[in-house]
């Protein structure tokens, strides 16, 4: 066959473009990671470079033990070739996204709405970090989709501020009422709370006043609720 004949694919459907960014990872993963890598690369979205699965199913995709993904994923993450989210549960859904570095097609729109996105998130996450009452070191995945949703109906972080700065201020008179009220541990407490908000007018004054109501309150919930040493 003539070299400036046309190659001819057998089957046109699910290749990949495996270049330079194939070899590159290749010279960084361990055996099973790059062979999590392949399939990651295989079966991702051409456009966006992420794969909605299961911890299980790349388990069994891949005839590996949940404990040996959660660590080839660790490994990739390391590298910086890819990023994931997982809820606690084997089975719960969740995504890993190809990093751009390793990801030989050229991304749409949708990953500047993406990086949008996780920038929206965690400053939700940093607004909950600031509060003594939430008790919550990281966003869960059910969280998370909640902020996410947030952010495709636009709502501004602004908004996001004042409804956390009401449903603290509510929280701390509840606990100070009855004592045997606990620490917030899910961002959807403030959603019924949101949802308020957005049929009121509320004058700028009340926001001044209740950020000074939190400042005097919460010092008193911290003072009722140590941390134990070696807490984080």
Known sequence: M???????????KGWFAAGAEVERAMEVLSDGAFKLFVYLCLNARRDTG???????ELARSLKKGPVA????????ETAGICRSRFSHSRLGRGMVEMAEGYW??????????DDAA??????????LQARACVQTTSL?????????????????LERIE???????VRKYTSWRNNQNHGPIRSLRYFESMLAELDQQNIKPDYWDYLR?????????????????????
Request: glycine fraction near 6%.
């Open 118 to 127: 996780d920038a929206f998130v965690s400053a939700i996450k940093k607004l």
């Open 162 to 168: 004042q409804v956390i700065l009401l449903g603290c």
């Open 212 to 232: 000074s109501r939190l400042g005097r309150i919460e010092k008193l919930w911290i003072e009722s609720h140590p941390k134990t040493e070696g807490a984080a």
């Open 69 to 76: 993904i959660r660590g080839y994923l660790r490994e990739m």
């Open 2 to 12: 003539s070299s400036t004949t046309p190659l001819v694919l057998k089957n046109p």
């Open 140 to 156: 869960s995945t059910a969280d998370e989709i909640l902020a996410r949703s947030w952010f495709k109906r636009g709502i501004s």
């Open 50 to 56: 992420v794969l909605a699965t299961t911890q299980t």
């Open 104 to 113: 030989p097609y050229q991304k749409g729109e949708q990953e500047m709405l």
